[in-house]
């Protein structure tokens, strides 16, 4: 039993001062259990708002992308540049050293490749193991349109279920199909189903006509993929797009690991999303940085 002689009496009970109700800084995520968003708030940094997450999860569909062919030695020096890490468990284990302390995204959707049908896709990481590597959050492909459009939703759901049971969230993944096009109309559609059955972010593309609606009727945040490597102009350039119109963040990876000065890229990137820095000038901050290199 505690020992109770000695004691200070408690007496500062602040009468008279109300007890604060805060809210919750991220969209549609305020009624979340403390765990979630704490989650959140790793992965969102919360003095801006937004998150630049590195996605170097390609190899899981396409092998070893180039960039990505050493993971050790291409990711490795990116870690601490970015806010959160995107990839597969295997990757995690064999090529990320856990001091970086970053949060993680981990891709739990597996099962097709470049070679077939790539929404054929199952899931393929227990919660538990995503427990043991510790996951901020866990990915999962969506395709709205696709042959196997049940079986991802499936997927998602099933993934959300276990997330909520321990306070992590779920990135529901627009992927778009072949035979889908990529405008306002499909991406608001996969965006605000991912949303309506319960993930806490999505991942979409920017497209040029809309970008703002999908945006809006999506309750959740969202970020952007990168997609294919374009011009370091352009890409800067869209992420600039997609913040201005209410996107809260990037997960992006070929635009950033096959950069010519991938760190250079990261910055760039970074000063865009979390100080809104111009397309212009945030390409001076990439040629500088990459000149002094
Ligand atoms: C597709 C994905 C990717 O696997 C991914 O994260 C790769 O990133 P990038 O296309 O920017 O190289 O989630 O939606």
């Avoid at 990116?78 to 890490?85: K, M, P």
């Avoid at 499936?154 to 627009?174: E, S, Y």
């Avoid at 760039?268 to 500088?288: Q, R």
């Amino acid at each position: 039993m505690a020992e109770l002689t000695g004691n200070k009496d408690a007496k500062n009970y602040g009468i008279g001062i109300p007890a604060k109700t805060e809210g919750f800084f991220l969209k549609g995520s305020c009624h979340y259990d403390w765990g979630m968003q704490d989650r959140l708030s790793r992965i969102f940094r919360p003095a801006s708002g937004k998150t630049v997450m590195l996605a170097f999860d390609d190899g899981y569909i396409m092998g070893p992308t180039s960039g990505l062919e050493r993971m050790d030695l291409s990711v490795v020096p990116l870690a601490e540049h970015c806010d959160v890490l995107m990839c597969t468990r295997g990757a995690l284990r064999t090529c990320i050293p856990p001091v970086h302390n970053k949060p993680v995204c981990l891709r739990v959707s597996a099962g097709a490749t470049i070679l077939k049908e790539l929404s054929d896709e199952t899931v393929g990481v227990a919660i538990d193991d995503a427990i043991r590597c510790n996951a901020s959050a866990m990915a999962v492909q969506v395709y709205v349109g696709s042959e196997f459009e049940h079986k991802t939703i499936a997927n998602l759901t099933k993934v959300i279920d276990a997330g909520m049971r321990h306070g992590i969230p779920t990135l529901g993944v627009t992927a778009v199909g072949k035979q889908m096009v990529r405008d306002a109309r499909y991406l608001g559609l996969a965006g605000r189903l991912i949303a309506e059955l319960g993930a806490q972010f999505n991942k979409t593309y920017y497209c040029e006509e809309g970008f703002d609606t999908v945006v809006a009727a999506c309750p959740i945040p969202i970020v952007i993929a990168g997609g294919k490597k374009i011009p370091e102009p352009d890409a800067l350039g869209m992420a600039y797009k997609a913040i201005d119109q209410g996107a809260l963040g990037v997960d992006m990876g070929r635009n950033i690991f096959q950069a010519d000065n991938p760190i250079a890229m990261l910055k760039a990137v970074s000063a865009v999303v979390h100080e809104g820095e111009k397309p212009d000038k945030a390409l001076d901050m990439y040629n500088t940085l990459k000149n002094e290199a």
